[in-house]
């Protein structure tokens, strides 16, 4: 009996330390390839060319960045042609320059970042739960961490078809998509954890309107897109021109629909490659050491991409930004991803440190805008970012399986050796009385 306790326990601390290996070995990317084991530019291009030609891609943009200058550009489309100032729609990377927009209000002392957020409302107010709703402040709806449950994810809505309106959209979402709630109300305790929530973005455009007057599409042109410099970038859809705007494609290669969102702080900013890239270099150093954004204080981009959510340990969000991966000075690389259906994946990461980054924009494939964004990140720091972590999850689980059933089957055959060899001991033993 003594025997078999030793063998389960050795056999639970194998299960245990081959997990504990596997799962260090994905965060440390042991068992990740990266794009390119070439250093300069051009072939991390001709890998990403590479990958778009072995899967659709219906338009395609990307800007690589090195010292806060762009040293690469590289379009692609199935159609229509792509340039530097061709309009993408987005999706989720519209919350990083909604924050900045919510940021300038707390500059200008409209907003208190720890107030109460229905302090500022009049329009409509979080329903009544279990939770004290004072607890969701302004800062927890940047960071995803005020309590909100409603999942959303919006599909929006056909062209020619009424957009729901915001109050009625935060009570349900009638565009949510598969499988969220779709109702902006607190269902966690504010503060306890990160639970991304696109509702909270909603309400924080609600916000916007009620503290400035002005619809939240023209707030941000006025005080945010045009004083940074962003030509194009618009979220009002009706300002977009059409002969501009990017086509859209389900992965199978089809034509997909333009949709429009009421959610338009949440996933609805218009804009080209152009203005993506002096966005970026709005948030880096020049050789000055000062921030040429014309909208914030430099004190205040870098307090945007200070840790104020975590998951598993692990710093991910700042004030509207996602935080990727650490850095050796204590910042991080940091900037959006935005993902939709039909499929559009968008993503932009830039490291302070050093003053490089990557944007991708692109139609018609699910992920490939995050699969590059990230490689770039492994292929410039050999550090596995939180997205790419995610990506490679199913591959970890897998090899956790695949160790344990091995030890399971050696642990097995180990005690069944055992087993028999001590049996036949004990009839030789009788054979010699």
């Known amino acids: 009996m003594k025997r078999i306790l030793l063998y389960i326990i050795g056999t639970l601390l194998l299960l245990a330390l081959w997990a504990g290996v596997v799962f260090w070995g994905t965060v440390q990317g042991i068992w990740h390839e990266p794009i390119t084991i070439e250093e300069d530019v051009e072939a991390f291009t001709d890998a990403s060319e590479d990958k778009i030609n072995r899967d659709f891609v219906g338009n395609f943009a990307m800007a690589i960045l090195e010292g806060g200058k762009v ?48 302090t500022y409302l009049t329009r409509w107010q979080l329903p ?49 998509d598969d499988g969220a709630a779709g109702q902006v109300m607190v269902g966690i305790r504010p503060g306890s954890e990160f639970k991304y929530s696109g509702g909270g973005y909603s309400l924080l455009q609600l916000l916007v309107e009620e503290v400035t007057g002005q619809t939240f599409a023209k707030y941000m042109e006025t005080s945010v897109l045009r004083p940074m410099g962003l030509r194009y970038a618009t979220y009002d859809w009706q300002e977009v021109n059409d002969n501009a705007l990017v086509d859209f494609y389900d992965s199978d290669g089809t034509p997909a629909k333009h949709y ?11 804009v080209t490659m152009a203005d993506l890239i002096t966005l970026a270099q709005a948030h880096l150093m020049d050789q000055n050491g000062t921030i040429e954004q014309h909208v914030l204080q430099p004190s205040t981009v870098k307090k945007m991409r200070e840790p104020h959510a975590w998951s598993m340990g692990a710093p991910i969000w700042g004030l509207g930004t996602i935080l990727y991966t650490p850095l050796s000075d204590g910042d991080y690389i940091f900037g959006h991803d935005g993902k939709s259906t039909p499929p559009i994946n968008t993503a932009l990461r830039l490291n302070p440190e050093t003053g490089d980054g990557i944007i991708v924009l692109e139609t018609g494939h699910p992920d490939l805008a995050t699969t590059l964004a990230s490689e770039w990140v492994f292929w410039k720091t050999g550090q596995v970012d939180n997205l790419l972590f995610v990506m490679m999850m199913d591959t970890m689980i897998m090899m956790i399986i695949v160790g344990w059933a091995i030890i399971l089957l050696l642990a097995i055959a180990a005690s069944y050796y055992h087993y028999h060899k001590s049996k036949g001991a004990g009839r030789r033993a009788k054979a010699e009385l």
């Open 260 to 270: 429009h969102y009421t959610s338009l702080a949440a996933t609805s900013l218009y």
């Open 71 to 118: 040293t690469k550009e590289l379009y692609y489309s199935a159609d229509k042609p792509v340039d530097h100032n061709t309009v993408f729609q987005v999706a989720s990377l519209s919350k990083w320059v909604s924050a900045i927009g919510i940021m300038k209000l707390v500059e200008d002392g409209k907003l208190n970042l720890d107030a109460p957020v229905s």
């Open 128 to 176: 009544p739960s279990e939770f004290n709703n004072d607890g969701v402040t302004v800062r927890r709806l940047l960071s995803h961490m005020a309590g909100l449950t409603d999942g959303l994810g919006y599909s929006g809505f056909e062209e020619g078809k009424p957009i729901q309106p915001l109050e009625e959209s935060l009570i349900h979402a009638s565009d949510a």
